[in-house]
């Protein structure tokens, strides 16, 4: 099992950028794919990005490709994200997931057993 913690949220301008990371606790966080997901008030979760346990393969969701870079460390048990050019529309709660065996092409927020507490987005116009 794992422990997910999400940080580096905030407010910020639109056109602005933020970093969020996801710290895993635990020895098997390179065996975990791992996404994020977001959440509007009154709005379903939905996938942003997904990386694989190697880092090798990433996924976006077209509304972020092209502004938001998905990476990690292994060597210390770290997911990020990076997002640059930020809108309006990215105002969500931001919360990581981990699964071992998921497909980093899965979407679904189901496939991941795993997840943060969120850290709050917002973005000005």
């Known amino acids: 099992q794992v422990q997910l913690v999400e940080s580096g949220g905030g407010t910020v301008q639109a056109g602005g950028s933020l970093r969020l990371s996801c710290a895993a606790s635990?020895?098997?966080?390179?065996?975990?794919?791992m996404g994020w997901f977001r959440q509007a008030p009154g709005k379903e979760r939905l996938f942003v990005a997904a990386?694989?346990?190697?880092?090798?393969?990433?996924l976006y969701a077209d509304s972020v490709k092209g502004r938001f870079t998905i990476s990690r460390d292994n060597a210390k048990n770290t997911m990020y994200l990076q997002m640059n050019s930020l809108k309006p529309e990215d105002t969500a709660v931001y919360y990581c997931?981990?699964?071992?065996?998921?497909?980093?092409?899965?979407?679904?927020?189901?496939?991941?057993?795993?997840w943060g507490q969120g850290t709050q987005v917002t973005v000005s116009s």
């Open positions: 997931a981990g699964g071992i065996g998921v497909d980093p092409y899965d979407k679904a927020p189901t496939s991941y057993p795993y």
């Open positions: 635990g020895r098997t966080f390179g065996s975990y794919t």
């Open positions: 990386i694989s346990s190697s880092g090798g393969t990433t």
